[in-house]
């Protein structure tokens, strides 16, 4: 691997008060690989999460982005989150799904592109005036909508309110919505939550595609060790706000720290498979 990583976390620290959700934590993650940050509940997660997506300043710690292609570097600790979206190029999806239930399932993916939008209506104006560009730019958004909903298997579904359809689907709907933004860096918090076992070998399928073809760098909380272990080229573990491993899936199987914290023993078919 040659240049900076997509993104180096280093000496991440978060308080709440008395509480320090994360201590000292550094890794960092590559484009094209999907990364995985896993531990036992409470352990801090999604609270990297949202100190990379500019919810939360971190206490101490450098967050730095550097695009490829020789875009400058970003340290994301000093961006909002509005920045982080649009110029680093982060996007990420919730563990609890937030849609607009009330949109269609296009308007959602339409509305994730509204920055684009709005920069090639010259904000409203030249939109208002029949500007072409802005029709190409219309055109393009619907586009890039159906392609994600095509490649999350949605497109049939276009027209239907969002929050009529079933979990996997708004799921997956929720990742569609990210990709509309051409992230550089997604991060998914919990995706396999609640997914059945077909559901969750969809999404192993999904996020493979999306980290061979867009080349975006993938962050992943998940418990789903059949998701983890699956797909991530790399895994981080996180307890009581600390790394306690990181390394590729069959290290961090059977490293005994990650076992005796989060993974327990094996039952011995799992040994014998
Ligand atoms: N805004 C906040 N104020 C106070 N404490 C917080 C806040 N956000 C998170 N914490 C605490 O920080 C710690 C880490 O929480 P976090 O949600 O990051 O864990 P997690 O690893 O994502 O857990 P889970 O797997 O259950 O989602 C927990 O003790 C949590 O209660």
Not at 41 to 62: D, H, I, Q, S
Not at 263 to 268: R, Y
Request: net charge negative; aromatic share 6%.
């Amino acid at each position: 691997m040659t240049g900076a990583p997509l993104l180096q976390v280093e000496h991440l620290t978060m308080r709440f008060g008395g509480l320090v959700a994360i201590n000292d934590v550094s890794f960092a993650a590559q484009s094209g690989q999907i990364t995985a940050v896993i531990g036992p509940n409470g352990a801090g997660k999604t609270t990297v999460f949202n100190c990379l997506t500019g919810f939360y300043k971190p206490t101490v710690g450098r967050l730095t982005l550097t695009r490829p292609g020789g875009h400058k570097a970003l340290l994301l600790e000093r961006l909002d989150d509005f920045r982080i979206t649009r110029h680093a190029g982060v996007a990420r999806t919730f563990q609890n799904i937030r849609l607009f239930a009330g949109m269609s399932v296009l308007e959602n993916l339409l509305v994730a592109q509204h920055n684009r939008l709005m920069l090639a209506s010259g904000y409203s104006l030249l939109g208002l005036v029949g500007w072409p560009g802005y029709g190409h730019a219309e055109r393009d958004a619907v586009e890039k909508a159906r392609f994600w909903l095509d490649r999350t298997r949605l497109l049939a579904r276009a027209d239907e309110p969002a929050g009529s359809l079933p979990y996997g689907d708004q799921r997956r709907l929720e990742i569609a919505r990210a990709m509309c933004t051409d992230p550089a860096l997604l991060c998914l918090d919990e995706p396999a939550a609640g997914l059945n076992p077909r559901e969750s070998a969809e999404l192993n399928a999904l996020l493979l595609y999306i980290r061979d073809e867009s080349k975006a760098g993938i962050l992943l909380i998940e418990h789903d060790m059949s998701v983890v272990m699956g797909i991530s080229d790399h895994i981080v573990v996180l307890d009581y706000g600390r790394k306690i491993a990181e390394g590729d899936p069959a290290e961090i199987r059977a490293n005994p720290d990650v076992i005796r914290a989060y993974l327990g023993e094996p039952e011995p078919d799992e040994v014998a498979s």
